[in-house]
């Protein structure tokens, strides 16, 4: 069951919808291949954070890679940080062509990324470019 509005991404034509949130109440240990994407979206930060460790034990592809620039785009530091650590595994070429083919989407992340990190994490991190998700966005826009 979806909980919230269908995000849709477009990529050399393809058209990706992918729902803000999932709310149902699957385990970690059900996560299947073809779910890998999809529990990314999952309502559990628990359970989101186990599949993207999964999902960054593969290869990320072009799916993958927008609900990673989702996931940046959240509150739950342990996932940002998990991303920002593993960074090497996404292709910043597809990260700059879901830009460039999604122009909305850039400023967007961005917006989300400072705000979340200005409600939750200021006493943290109080220089912004110290937080995960700043340095995981200066990372792929680079």
């Known amino acids: 069951m979806y909980c919230e509005n269908i995000l849709n991404f477009n990529y050399d034509g393809q058209n990706y919808a992918i729902p803000y949130r ?23 930060g628990f359970v989101r954070e186990a599949a993207i460790q999964k999902l960054l034990q593969d290869n ?49 992340l961005y917006d989300k990324i400072i705000s979340y990190r200005n409600q939750y994490y200021r006493k943290e991190f109080p220089n912004k470019n110290d937080y995960p998700g700043i340095k995981f966005f200066n990372y792929i826009v680079k």
């Open 22 to 44: 999932i709310c149902n109440e699957t385990k970690v240990e059900n996560i299947i291949l073809l779910e890998k994407y999809k529990i990314t979206r999952h309502h559990n």
């Open 60 to 108: 990320v592809g072009v799916l993958g890679t927008i609900c990673i620039l989702l996931l940046v785009g959240e509150y739950v530091l342990s996932i940002i940080q998990l991303i920002y650590d593993q960074r090497e595994k996404i292709d910043r070429d597809i990260c700059h062509k879901i830009f460039l083919q999604n122009p909305w989407y850039q400023q967007l």
